[in-house]
């Protein structure tokens, strides 16, 4: 049997605190794997860029925001 590739997350916050508890939340999921993280809102472009993720779980309030 094939195992699926693991869903690809970004994550971005400017509080490091809450990108790493994101982080590690993601990192208990057998199927999942965090590929980036950002603490701007003007570095998400690059980041999605560089890692191709499926999922982006992003603070809407970042700074950097156009």
Do not use: F, S, W, Y
Not at 7 to 35: F, K, Y
Request: net charge negative; hydrophobic share 50%; glycine share 6%.
């Amino acid at each position: 049997m094939t195992r699926a590739a693991p869903i690809r997350v970004l994550i971005g916050d400017d509080n490091a605190d809450i990108r790493g508890l994101l982080h590690r939340l993601v990192d208990r999921e057998p199927d999942m794997e965090v590929v980036g993280e950002i603490d701007t809102a003007d570095k998400l472009p690059a980041a999605i860029e560089a890692t191709r993720p499926v999922v982006v779980l992003i603070d809407l309030a970042m700074p950097g925001q156009a």
